[in-house]
């Protein structure tokens, strides 16, 4: 009777887990937002997007939005600052930016060595050095950072930049691209610079017509490289910011 008993127990044991286990299904992998039954648009980022099991999927929160759903309270605040940040800046308002969904900083050959720490090697003017005998991180090199004229030669001194920021793409264009399409921009060469951490952070989100590193005599080839890449993924400036924009690139040239 005893061994019933055990048996019994060990059954429930496992219906339980099975009923708290939280790992994420291949079709909630799939699924970008979920509006639930009570009318709320769950992305990723939502504490209760695992938790809801009964739901319509779509592909953006913009699209649950428009099919009537709404925002969870702590989405609330964060949608009407991006709203009004697009009504203040000239352009139509888009989805909510969500840094996860550009994934940066792949190692695609499978090196261990990101794209970060490729650029690292890659562009440092004296032999580099690696925290660990596996060759992964780069520790010590050699740099100019053409934001502030800077030479440095500790890699934490140093952020990777993309010229055109995540952010900036997606509010002028980028937020209708496929995943795929948003790893390719955020892993571009062409668009990425190592330069000095501090400024990097102090440029943040901001395009040309708000922003230009400290460093005067890279201002204009700044500009040049920022406009090159809007053009070559698509990206467009909206009539404002290309007034202040083309007007700089005019002064360049004078």
């Known amino acids: 009777?005893?061994?019933f008993h055990k048996a019994v127990f060990a059954v429930s044991i496992l219906l339980l887990t099975s009923c708290l286990d939280t790992t994420p299904t291949a079709n909630e992998l799939e699924?970008?937002?979920?509006?639930?039954?009570?009318?709320?648009?769950h992305d990723h980022t939502s504490s209760s997007y695992t938790r809801t099991k009964n739901f319509k999927a779509f592909?953006?929160?913009?699209?649950?939005?428009?099919?009537?759903?709404?925002?969870?309270?702590s989405k609330t605040t964060q949608y009407d600052a991006a709203e009004q940040e697009a009504v203040?800046?000239?352009?139509?308002?888009?989805?909510?930016?969500?840094?996860?969904?550009?994934?940066?900083?792949?190692d695609d050959?499978?090196?261990?060595?990101?794209?970060?720490?490729?650029?690292?090697?890659?562009?440092?003017?004296?032999?580099?050095?690696?925290?660990?005998?596996?060759?992964?991180?780069?520790?010590?090199?050699?740099?100019f950072d053409p934001y502030s004229g800077e030479v440095f030669h500790d890699s934490i001194a140093l952020d990777l930049d993309h010229i055109v920021p995540l952010k900036f793409a997606h509010?002028?264009?980028?937020?209708?691209?496929?995943?795929?399409k948003r790893k390719a921009f955020a892993n571009d060469r062409?668009?990425?610079?190592?330069?000095?951490?501090?400024?990097?952070?102090?440029?943040?989100?901001?395009?040309?017509?708000?922003?230009?590193?400290?460093?005067?005599?890279?201002?204009?080839?700044?500009?040049a490289k920022f406009t090159y890449v809007m053009d070559k993924h698509g990206l467009k400036l909206v009539s404002s910011e290309k007034r202040i924009v083309?007007?700089?690139?005019?002064?360049?040239?004078?």
Not at 59 to 73: I, N
Not at 171 to 180: A, M, P, T
Request: charged share 30%.
């Open 88 to 106: 203040q800046e000239g352009r139509s308002f888009v989805a909510l930016y969500n840094r996860d969904e550009w994934p940066h900083w792949i």
């Open 1 to 3: 009777m005893k061994y």
């Open 171 to 180: 509010g002028h264009g980028g937020d209708k691209w496929s995943r795929e």
């Open 246 to 254: 083309d007007k700089m690139l005019l002064a360049c040239k004078g």
């Open 59 to 73: 592909d953006s929160l913009q699209a649950c939005l428009e099919d009537g759903g709404r925002l969870p309270k």
């Open 190 to 223: 062409e668009n990425l610079l190592l330069v000095k951490a501090s400024l990097n952070r102090q440029k943040g989100a901001k395009g040309p017509d708000e922003w230009l590193p400290p460093n005067h005599l890279f201002r204009c080839e700044y500009i």
């Open 31 to 41: 699924t970008n937002v979920k509006l639930s039954s009570s009318g709320i648009c």
């Open 109 to 143: 050959d499978g090196d261990c060595q990101n794209t970060r720490h490729e650029l690292l090697i890659s562009t440092s003017r004296a032999a580099v050095s690696f925290k660990t005998d596996k060759s992964c991180n780069v520790l010590d090199g050699e740099w």
